[in-house]
Each structure stands twice: as C-alpha cells, then as structure tokens.
C-alpha cells in the first residue's frame, strides 16, 4: 500500500455538512490517536491520510455520528478502523463474553476479512482481541469468536443477525456501530435487515453509529436520517446517486 499515490485526490471536491463539525487533521500525528495506534500506521506504509481520512478520523474522535462517502480504493476501512481502536485503547473496559465493544457490519465475506486483515495491523501489540463471523461455514466453530469474546467483531450481515436471534451476541457493550458499504448492502436487499440490527443496537443508549457507502442515492439518505442522530455528512469526490 506505500506505494499508491494519493495525490490524485488533493483537488477533489469536499463536502461537510453538520452542526460543529471538528476541523480536518492533516497528518496522522496531528490527530487524536494514541501513540501506538499512529506507529501501526506507520508500520502499514501509510504516510499521510487520504481525504476521506483527513475528515472522518477527527469526526469519530470527537464522539460524533457520521455518514461518509467516497469512491471505493479511498481508505475508508482506516478512517473508522483508526479512531475506534484508539478510542477503545483511550477508555478501557471489560471484555465480556458475547458482548463486543465495536461492531463492524460488511456485506461480504471478502470485505469483511480485508477489514479484519486491516484491524489486526493496526490493533498490533495491544490487548484488543478482533473477531470476525461470517455465514457459509459451520456455526459452531464461528461461535468461538463469541465465546472467546472480541473487543471488535466483524461481521456479514446475515450472519450477525443470527447470532443476535440465537442471543450469543448482544451490544450492551457496544460504543460502535458501523455499517459499511451501506449502499451494496442496500443493493443485496439487506434493508431490513439493517433495520433490524439497529433497532437492537438501540436498546443501548450510548453509542456511536458510522455508515459508509460509495455513493449517497437517496435510500442512503433515508437510511442515515433513521440510524444517525445529529451527525456530521462527508463527501469527498463526486457521489451522485
Ligand atoms: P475503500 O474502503 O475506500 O474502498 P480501502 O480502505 O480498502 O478503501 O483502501 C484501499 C487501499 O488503500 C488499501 O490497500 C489500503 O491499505 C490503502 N490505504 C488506505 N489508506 C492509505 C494511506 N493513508 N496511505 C497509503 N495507503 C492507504
Ligand atoms: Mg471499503
């Protein structure tokens, strides 16, 4: 990843919409991250943030809701990777069976391990456990990721959903919810079952919700309007529906 070059993107349109929105960061170092969590990112080749990055990082630091959107290939796994994993580092807690303290939602398999690959990295010489669930393979051995407990599970849809319905997970714990690529998960006819999620996470009244997406058509709107309070809009590039 060192090698891509993202100054392609320096002149790119940005839009920022919301009430107080916190101030962009230009380098890793300037942001609220933990001095572990900025040297994982050194390590991964990361040099500077990308756009999406710049904006979103200070926005989930400072405790917001966010709704994000960016072409596919523009970093959007770091920018809610990197400040929820320090914010959990910042504020430890009890890791509890079938209670994790991140949840990160992808519509598929492959994304969901990439987002796993990256989590690790970044998670590198802390305490935090990351667990990942998936459908297609036995239940049983994905239950041990919840059985053992993770500080941040990832997960496909689906596949979370069952595990709320059997009651091995539940978000008492939970301080982050993420939805990614929210548009293809809208596309797979996964509405619902976003919905469903979130009325559970709900029960929970102190948590951060992030949606991201690579365009913002107008379902995502909705969407957003329904599962995000009083949060903070970015667009970087053009998002058209
Ligand atoms: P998206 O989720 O927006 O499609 P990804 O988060 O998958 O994009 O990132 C695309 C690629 O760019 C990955 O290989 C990732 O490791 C790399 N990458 C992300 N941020 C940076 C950065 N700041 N510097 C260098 N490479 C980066
Ligand atoms: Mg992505």
């Not at 929105?21 to 994982?40: C, H, M, Q, Y």
């Not at 305490?127 to 941040?152: A, E, M, P, W």
Request: proline share 5%; glycine share 8%; charged share 20%.
């Amino acid at each position: 990843a060192s090698g891509i070059n993202f100054s392609k993107y320096d002149n790119i349109p940005v839009k920022v919409t919301g009430n107080d929105v916190p101030p962009g960061i230009k380098n890793f170092t300037s942001a609220d991250l933990r001095g572990i969590i900025v040297e994982n990112v050194k390590k991964s080749g990361y040099k500077v943030p990308t756009p999406i990055q710049k904006r979103a990082i200070p926005v989930i630091t400072a405790g917001r809701d966010l709704m994000a959107c960016a072409q596919t290939g523009s970093g959007k796994t770091a920018s809610f990777l990197l400040p929820i994993i320090s914010k959990l580092l910042d504020d430890p807690q009890d890791l509890e069976f079938g209670r994790p303290q991140a949840v990160i939602v992808s519509p598929t398999r492959e994304l969901a391990i990439q987002i796993f690959d990256e989590a690790r990295k970044f998670a590198y010489e802390t305490y935090l456990k990351i667990g990942i669930v998936y459908g297609g393979t036995s239940f049983r051995h994905q239950n041990d990721c919840i059985t053992k407990g993770s500080h941040v599970l990832i997960a496909t849809l689906g596949r979370l959903l069952d595990f709320v319905d059997r009651a091995f997970v539940t978000f008492e714990d939970t301080r982050f919810v993420v939805l990614d690529e929210a548009d293809r998960m809208l596309d797979m006819g996964f509405s619902e079952g976003m919905r469903k999620l979130m009325t559970h996470v709900t029960m929970r009244p102190q948590h951060q919700t992030l949606m991201f997406s690579a365009t913002f058509p107008e379902d995502i709107q909705r969407l957003a309007g329904e599962f995000l309070n009083n949060y903070v809009f970015v667009a970087i590039g053009m998002v058209g529906g």
